[in-house]
C-alpha cells in the first residue's frame, strides 16, 4: 500500500495564528483529499486535490503530485478550526490510504 | 440530498453477539467503501463496492466481518462473534462513478463491545 505520513502529529495555535500541514505520500496517486474530523467524529470534505492548487475561505490547499507531497494552510485560525485533520491518498479510485492525522488546537 | 448516512450512531454490545451496522450513501453514487478507524489512527480501509459488486474484500480483518449491497443501493456490515478488539469506529464513505472523483463520508458508527 502507499505510505502516508503527516506533519506535525500535533499543533497549538493561538486564534488568528496561521499554519501550515504537510502530507508526504510513498508513491503517485491519482486522488488527494484533505478532511477535518469534528468532535463526533465525522470525516468533513476541505479539499479534494489531487494537483495544483485551491482555496476557500480561510484555507488553502497545494499539491505537487510528482514530488508527492501537498500542504494544507489555515490562515487566521479560530477555536472551530480546532480538530484533527487527515490527508488520504488513493490510485485508481478502490481505496483511500489515510495518514495519522495531525491533531489542532486554536486556543483563544 | 442528506448526504451518506450511517444507522445506528452508537453500538453497545456483548462479546459474543453479532452486529450489523447499516449505510445509505448519496444517492447518485455508485462506489461505496468501509472504513474503521481506531483511536489516535487514521481510517483503515475495509472493502468497497461497485454498484453491487464487492471488488475488493481482502482487506477486511477477518471471516468474521461481511459486507453487502444487495441492489447496489444501501450497504450492511456485519460483524459476527464480536471481540472486545472490534471496538472501533466503521465510517463509511461513497463516490460517484469510476476512476478519481471524490468520496464523501458518513458519520460513523461506533461500536464498543463489552
Known amino acids: 500500500g502507499i505510505q502516508v505520513e503527516q506533519s506535525p502529529p500535533d499543533l497549538i495555535l493561538q486564534e488568528g495564528a496561521n499554519s501550515t500541514l504537510r502530507c508526504n505520500f510513498s508513491d503517485s496517486v491519482n486522488n488527494l483529499q484533505w478532511f477535518h474530523q469534528n468532535p463526533w467524529g465525522q470525516l468533513i470534505n476541505l479539499f479534494y486535490i489531487p494537483s495544483g492548487t485551491k482555496q476557500n475561505g480561510r484555507l488553502s490547499a497545494t499539491t505537487v503530485a510528482t514530488e508527492r507531497y501537498s500542504l494544507l494552510y489555515i490562515s487566521s485560525s479560530q477555536t472551530t478550526d480546532s480538530g484533527v485533520y487527515f490527508c488520504a491518498v488513493g490510485r485508481y479510485g478502490n481505496q483511500f490510504y489515510f495518514g495519522t492525522g495531525t491533531s489542532l488546537t486554536v486556543i483563544p | 440530498d442528506t448526504g451518506v448516512s450511517q444507522d445506528p450512531r452508537h453500538k453497545i454490545t456483548k462479546r459474543g453477539q453479532n452486529v450489523t451496522f447499516r449505510c445509505d450513501p448519496i444517492s447518485e453514487h455508485n462506489r461505496l467503501y468501509w472504513y474503521r478507524q481506531t483511536l489516535g489512527q487514521g481510517p483503515e480501509f475495509l472493502t468497497y463496492f461497485q454498484n453491487e459488486a464487492q471488488l475488493e474484500k481482502s482487506r477486511l480483518l477477518s471471516d468474521r466481518f461481511s459486507a453487502e449491497r444487495p441492489k447496489g443501493s444501501f450497504s450492511t456490515l456485519e460483524i459476527q462473534r464480536t471481540e472486545q478488539g472490534d471496538s472501533a469506529m466503521y465510517l463509511c464513505?461513497?463516490?460517484?462513478?469510476?476512476?478519481?472523483?471524490?468520496?464523501?463520508f458518513g458519520q460513523g458508527t461506533r461500536l464498543t463491545v463489552v
Open positions: 464513505a461513497s463516490s460517484e462513478g469510476q476512476g478519481y472523483t471524490e468520496a464523501f
